[in-house]
Structure formats: C-alpha cells, structure tokens
C-alpha cells in the first residue's frame, strides 16, 4: 500500500466543518432539539468540534454522543473472531429529536445501516440526518449523507484515511493506493 495523495489538511478539515456547522444549522432552522452523535472512532471527535462550532455561532450548546455499532454490522465475522466492544455514550434521550449522525469517511453505506439500527435501539427520533468528512463514493445502500466536508471520488482500490490531532495526533486526510481493482 503507498501514499497517493493528501486531499486535505488542517486548514481545510477546519474550513469543511466550519461550513457543515452552519449548513447543520440553517437546514435545522437553528438547534431546537438538534443533537450530534458521532460513529466511533472518529465521528466523535468530529461531532465534538462540530458541537463546538455550532456553540460558538449559536451560543446554544448542542448535546454529543457517542455511538459503537460493533454488534450491529454486516460484516462482524470477517472483522475479528473476537472484535474489541467499545461503549455508546448516547446521555440523553434522543425520542422526538433531530439526530445528525457524524462519520468520518462515506463509503459503501454500511456503517451507516449499522448506526442506523444502533440508534433506532435507543429510541425514535423525529429525523436522523448524516454529516461526513470525506464522502468517496461506492454506495452499496441507499444511503447519502445530508452535510458533506467533500467529495473525494476515488477507484475501489484505493483507500481513503482520515487522521484526527485527538486520535492519531495529527489532521490530514491522506488516499492510499491498495492493489488490483476489487
């Protein structure tokens, strides 16, 4: 696997979040009973920033939660014989409220699906809506995310991987090149 290209830095991850928190906040007309609840691993950091953003534009703090669909994806088996369980830290009820689920990479849709049945085991919110860094492509659901930081279109056979300053101490979202066509 090799380095193709980097398609984001800092600046620009802190520019894309910067203008999802504000397109979050004009589709909701404000953030009445909105709240942010983000995909382990790095939707949670990136649901903290966006919270904090929202704060700072809104002087409203926004609830953020942490969700781990380990349990709840299609492809359980093939992962790990025995895959690491982290735990959902969703604090508040999440009945009749708007739900902005937040992810890092937008691929297949799968990990999606999978937060979607998650989410739906904690209660029935109002709306649930998607928010996502990097969006690539590749849909094998019906699934599309409602705010996006960008658009990287990429081949199946590359890799997309975005490093956060709270997980891997740094912030760039690099594409890899993986081998032969899937």
Do not use: C, W
């Amino acid at each position: 696997m090799r380095m193709k290209a980097q398609v984001m830095d800092g600046e620009n991850m802190r520019r894309a979040l910067y203008r999802l928190s504000h397109e979050i906040t004009e589709q909701n007309k404000g953030v009445k009973d909105v709240m942010l609840i983000g995909i382990r691993t790095r939707g949670v950091p990136l649901a903290q920033r966006l919270a904090k953003l929202i704060q700072e534009h809104e002087k409203t703090e926004i609830p953020v939660g942490t969700l781990d669909i380990t349990f709840y994806r299609d492809d359980l088996t093939l992962i790990s014989s025995q895959p690491v369980v982290h735990r959902s830290d969703v604090p508040f009820d999440i009945n009749e409220k708007k739900v902005v689920l937040v992810d890092d990479v937008l691929y297949t849709g799968r990990t999606v699906r999978a937060a979607l049945d998650a989410l739906m085991d904690l209660g029935r919110p109002s709306m649930i809506q998607l928010a996502v860094l990097i969006d690539r492509g590749h849909r094998e659901l019906p699934i599309r995310a409602d705010y996006i930081g960008k658009n990287v279109p990429t081949s199946k056979r590359e890799l997309i991987q975005v490093m956060l300053k709270e997980v891997d101490g740094e912030e760039k979202v690099l594409i890899f090149e993986t081998g032969p066509e899937a």
